[in-house]
């Protein structure tokens, strides 16, 4: 399977489940991100491993807990979520050190937080 | 501030009207700008990267132009299935990526 791969596609959970979203990419990127989506809203930057380094926006929550494991797998780990958290979130990778690179996206995860 | 802001927020078009959309930024130092389409329950897709002003890219019915203060995607003779959102980035000095809120596109048979 080429490109990048997101699980599941569609979630629902309520406020006080653990759960966890699933990326992986097959293009030999060495940095990965996750954004989160929401209606008519910009993309939202929720964090970045870039040559295993991580950084991250400072307003996002602590349920929100990010792992990455190695250069083709990444991580989103959710708990105690609240209903503003229900959004599409979506995965990217790029190869880093070139600044100019466009980030290739996976489908999303739409998740619902009932 | 930097920031990038799109119009309009949605266009209708008759099939083979064509139309420009618009993506206007205020960065400091300009490394790059992004285009994007992304359909309903789809990742955005990459379309086009612009570096400098006077710069133009094409792809089937799509051109993209770049100035000094913003850049518009033009749509030639479109057809229904060029419909979706087409999102705008803009790439700064510090390598932040600045997005904006993007513009759904339909195109009516």
């Known amino acids: 399977e080429t490109g990048v791969t997101q699980t599941p596609r569609h979630l629902v959970m309520g406020m006080t489940n653990k759960k966890s979203l699933k990326c992986e990419q097959h293009?030999?990127?060495?940095?990965m991100y996750w954004y989160k989506q929401s209606a008519k809203k910009p993309l939202e930057l929720m964090f970045v491993y870039s040559l295993e380094e991580r950084v991250e926006n400072n307003s996002v929550p602590s349920r929100f807990s990010p792992e990455c494991p190695n250069s083709s797998h990444l991580f989103l780990h959710l708990h105690t979520l609240q209903p503003e958290d229900s959004a599409l979130y979506l995965c990217a990778s790029t190869k880093s050190g070139t600044g100019d690179s466009p980030l290739h996206f996976g489908n999303g995860t739409r998740l619902t937080v009932t | 501030e930097d920031q990038v802001t799109q119009s309009p927020e949605a266009l209708r078009l008759q099939e083979g009207e064509s139309s420009s959309l618009n993506c206007s930024y205020t960065?400091?130092?300009?490394?790059?700008l992004f285009w994007y389409r992304q359909d309903p329950g789809k990742g955005p897709e990459f379309l086009f990267t612009?570096?400098?002003?006077?710069e133009e890219k094409e792809k089937e019915r799509l051109k993209a132009t770049l100035t000094k203060k913003e850049s518009f995607l033009h749509i030639t003779a479109p057809k229904p299935e060029d419909s979706a959102t087409y999102l705008c980035a803009v790439r700064a000095s510090n390598y932040q990526l600045i997005w904006g809120a993007g513009t759904k596109l339909i195109i009516k048979p």
């Open positions: 612009l570096y400098s002003a006077g």
């Open positions: 960065v400091s130092g300009l490394r790059g």
């Open positions: 293009l030999g990127h060495n940095a």
